[in-house]
């Protein structure tokens, strides 16, 4: 069996008047993130551990910010193109594990929901994705509410 691994990280600012999507979701608060598509920095991560796990660059060179294509774009619709390209090299997804770093919201609430979402979007089981949240004890941007971010780990199997 032969087996990959793959990191991801992604940080956004944030800022009024766009909506705060996270996972898929659409998560209640007065600010959201800025970026050329939703920039949502949960699945972000996790496209970029995709891509990096088969050395295959990161969602830049694929989705580029400067493509007028993917101005307000979805990532979930990104996320399954990207999940297409892993399984047309003859991969799959063992597991994947995430964490968002947030002040606020409090995400809690939201895991669960954010993890169907992900594993619908990927195909996968619920129990093959951990998303967990944390704050930054107030320390750099995060911990000051400038931006939220998120790191992924995706382990990729082929038989």
Not at 28 to 55: E, F, K, N, Y
Not at 86 to 93: A, E, F, T
Not at 130 to 140: P, Q, Y
Request: aromatic share 4%; proline share 5%.
């Amino acid at each position: 069996m032969n087996i990959r691994i793959g990191n991801g990280y992604d940080i956004h600012k944030l800022v009024s008047n766009r909506p705060l999507i996270l996972g898929g979701l659409e998560i209640p608060h007065s600010m959201g993130l800025l970026g050329h598509s939703d920039a949502d920095v949960l699945t972000h991560a996790i496209m970029d551990a995709l891509l990096g796990a088969l050395g295959m660059g990161d969602i830049g060179h694929y989705f580029p910010p400067s493509d007028p294509q993917w101005k307000g774009a979805d990532s979930m619709i990104l996320m399954e193109q990207v999940i297409k390209i892993v399984r047309s090299q003859g991969w799959q997804i063992g597991n994947i594990d995430s964490t968002v770093v947030a002040e606020q919201p409090k995400l809690k609430p939201h895991l669960k929901s954010m993890r169907t979402t992900v594993a619908k979007v990927l195909n996968i089981d619920i129990e093959q994705i951990s998303i967990k949240a944390t704050t930054n004890e107030k320390l750099g941007p995060v911990g000051r509410e400038e931006g939220i971010c998120a790191y992924a780990v995706v382990l990729l199997i082929k038989d």
